[in-house]
């Protein structure tokens, strides 16, 4: 199934088409109002250079003024193997389109709500059938059972059109042109950029970049660049200066250079619950202080995930060699 974009926004198109494998642009009259658009045939010629293929409105009144406005069109500049002109459903439309394969133009015939509209552009010899699809679900009408019979008719009769299936609204639509078989699906950008989503690859593709991380970067690497250390002979208060003014929940503390242990705002809670507050006047010197929990910044994130898990702690320690160079947390992990 070719896949088209349907827009007339130019810079949509631009970012559109850096996918490199979209096969042409449709546009409408509609669409360039709704973006502001003044200068149809400047918007064009501009288009015609950027997309492989480029469909375009051809309209009149009789056949006559369509295929003079498709031969205008095409002396503004534009290659005729690579534009497609796109003529309403009617009995000039299909005219129109006899008239304009007979000069060895490209033709969407458009705008197609039945089978027997269909059948009529196909006899013309329209290089493109165009039922839309949302506008006809709009109305209470099986559209997929529409193209449905479109694409059997091409495929029992042996008609060269290529059924397009447009006015796509949501990516459902895309599944259901992919089911029916249809040649060309023409989507909007807001549309095509959901094609690839989904909560379970999003969720995959976030594990495999943390556990590539975890087997790949140091521990050194994620480091922030704070180091909060606290002096033995320091207040508890300098402690919690230290804790917030480096965002973690944790200080170092020291023995001139030796590590001594670690002061956590969870041991703050626990030393307030058991003394009170006045407890905050202390010094680090009179706590007691447990083996601290350290890891080397040469160390693989890995590792230190293991540490995390093992001892149910949120903030490692980091050293290089015995000297104390920084902190990481859990969530650095990530």
């Given amino acids: 199934m070719e896949l088209y974009l349907d827009s007339a926004d130019l810079e949509e198109i631009k970012e559109a088409f850096k996918l490199g494998f979209i ?8 669409f360039m109002h709704r973006h502001g658009v003044t200068d149809i045939d400047g918007l064009i010629v501009e288009l015609s250079k950027i997309v492989p293929v480029l469909q375009i409105e051809a309209l009149g009144d009789t056949a006559e003024e369509v295929v003079a406005e498709a031969e205008r069109q095409l002396a503004l500049g534009l290659d005729k193997e690579k534009t497609v002109f796109k003529i309403p459903v009617s009995l000039e439309g299909v005219r129109a389109c006899k008239m304009l394969k007979d000069k060895g133009f490209k033709v969407n015939v458009h705008l197609v709500y039945t089978l027997q509209q269909a059948y009529m552009a196909m006899e013309a010899g329209a290089d493109y059938v165009c039922p839309l699809v949302g506008r006809l679900q ?60 989904n909560h379970f690859t999003e969720v995959g593709i976030s594990q495999f970049v943390e ?9 050194k690497d994620v480091l922030s660049g704070k180091n909060p250390t606290v002096d033995l002979s320091a207040p508890i208060t300098d402690a919690l200066v230290k804790m917030t003014s480096s965002g973690f929940g944790c200080v170092a503390v020291l ?6 242990g670690t002061f956590t705002d969870g041991d703050l809670r626990r030393l307030i619950e058991a003394e009170g507050e006045h407890a905050v006047g202390k010094k680090m010197s009179d706590l007691n202080f447990k083996s601290p929990i350290t890891i080397q910044g040469e160390a693989l994130l890995h590792e230190a995930s293991k540490v995390f898990h093992e ?15 920084g902190q990481i947390d859990i969530q650095d992990l990530k």
């Fill in 23 to 30: 096969k042409g642009l449709t546009t409408t009259p509609t």
């Fill in 138 to 197: 709009d109305q209470g009408t099986d559209a997929l059972d529409l193209v449905a019979q479109c694409v059997d008719a091409v495929e029992t009769y042996g008609y060269d059109s290529k059924i397009m299936f447009s006015s796509v609204r949501y990516p459902e639509h895309i599944r259901n042109a992919l089911n029916l078989g249809v040649h060309v699906c023409t989507i909007p950008w807001k549309v095509m950029k959901q094609l690839t989503s």
């Fill in 211 to 219: 556990h590539t991380k975890l087997m790949t970067v140091k521990v």
């Fill in 255 to 260: 023995d001139g250079q030796k590590l001594v």
């Fill in 311 to 325: 001892k149910g702690v949120d903030n490692l320690v980091v050293l290089n060699g015995d000297e104390v160079v």
